[in-house]
C-alpha cells in the first residue's frame, strides 16, 4: 500500500493567495484528518470526514479554511485568502472504522510558507 | 474541555532506560495513543491502550492508569535513532477523533 499521499510537499505563496492541499487516503480507510502543526501550538486537529462527509470542523481556525471530500481517494484543504500566520506544516492522515486498536496513519505533510 | 500534559523537553544516555509521561483531563476517554515524530517527518504509530496495565512491545511499552488519567511510555536500551518527538493522543467518545498532547522531544545521548 502507497500510504497517505499529499501533495505538495512544499508550497510557498504570497499573503492573499489561495492555497489548495491536496490528500489521498490508504485505499478503504473510512475516516480522514487534516491537522496542522506548528512549533507554538503542537499538532491540532482541523477536521474529520467519515465516509467523505464531515463529522467535526470545530477546529478549522476561520472562514478563510475550508475542506471537501468529494470521494472516497480524495480531499482537499483550502486556504483563501491565505496569511502568514497560516504558514505550518499541513498533515493529513486516514483510518479505518473505528474501534479497538485502529490508528491513524500519517500523509508525509505538506510544508506551508505565506509570506 | 480537552487537556493533554507532557514534558516539554528530556534527555537521556544511550543504552539507558527513559519513561515519558503524559495526564490528561478528557470527556468521552476511549483509548490513548502514544505516536513517535522524527524532525521533519510524519507521526508514526507507537503503542495503543484502553484498558489499565502495560502494553509492551519490543523495547517499547506504555502504561495506562484511567483512574488517574495518566499514562507513560518507556523506552529501554535507548538507540541514537530513538531522538524524536514522542506524542499522547486521547481518541474521545466512540469515533476517532484524537486530540494530541504538545509531544516530547527527546534527545538521545552517546
Known amino acids: 500500500d502507497a500510504g497517505v499521499i499529499q501533495s505538495p510537499r512544499h508550497e510557498v505563496t504570497e499573503m492573499g493567495q489561495e492555497v489548495t492541499l491536496r490528500c489521498k487516503p490508504i485505499s478503504g480507510h473510512d475516516y480522514l484528518f487534516w491537522y496542522r502543526q506548528t512549533m507554538m501550538r503542537g499538532l491540532e486537529l482541523l477536521i474529520y470526514?467519515?465516509?467523505?462527509?464531515?463529522?467535526?470542523d470545530s477546529g478549522m481556525p476561520e472562514d478563510r479554511f475550508s475542506a471537501k471530500m468529494p470521494n472516497a481517494s480524495f480531499s482537499t484543504l483550502k486556504i483563501q485568502p491565505s496569511e502568514p500566520r497560516d504558514s505550518a506544516v499541513y498533515f493529513c492522515a486516514s483510518s479505518l472504522l473505528a474501534g479497538g486498536t485502529d490508528t491513524q496513519y500519517f500523509g508525509p505533510g505538506t510544508r506551508l510558507t505565506v509570506l | 474541555g480537552q487537556n493533554i500534559d507532557q514534558p516539554t523537553e528530556m534527555t537521556a544516555t544511550e543504552g539507558a532506560i527513559v519513561q515519558i509521561n503524559c495526564t490528561y483531563q478528557?470527556?468521552?476517554?476511549?483509548?490513548l495513543f502514544w505516536y513517535q515524530q522524527h524532525a521533519g517527518e510524519a507521526p508514526t504509530f507507537l503503542s495503543y491502550n484502553v484498558l489499565d496495565g502495560l502494553e509492551e512491545k519490543g523495547r517499547f511499552s506504555s502504561f495506562l492508569s484511567r483512574s488517574k488519567g495518566y499514562s507513560y511510555l518507556l523506552l529501554k536500551e535507548l538507540q541514537m535513532k530513538d531522538s524524536a518527538s514522542y506524542l499522547c493522543a486521547v481518541r474521545v467518545y466512540n469515533n476517532n477523533d484524537m486530540r494530541f498532547g504538545a509531544g516530547t522531544r527527546l534527545t538521545v545521548k552517546p
Open positions: 478528557t470527556s468521552g476517554f476511549n483509548g
Open positions: 470526514f467519515n465516509n467523505n462527509v464531515p463529522i467535526d
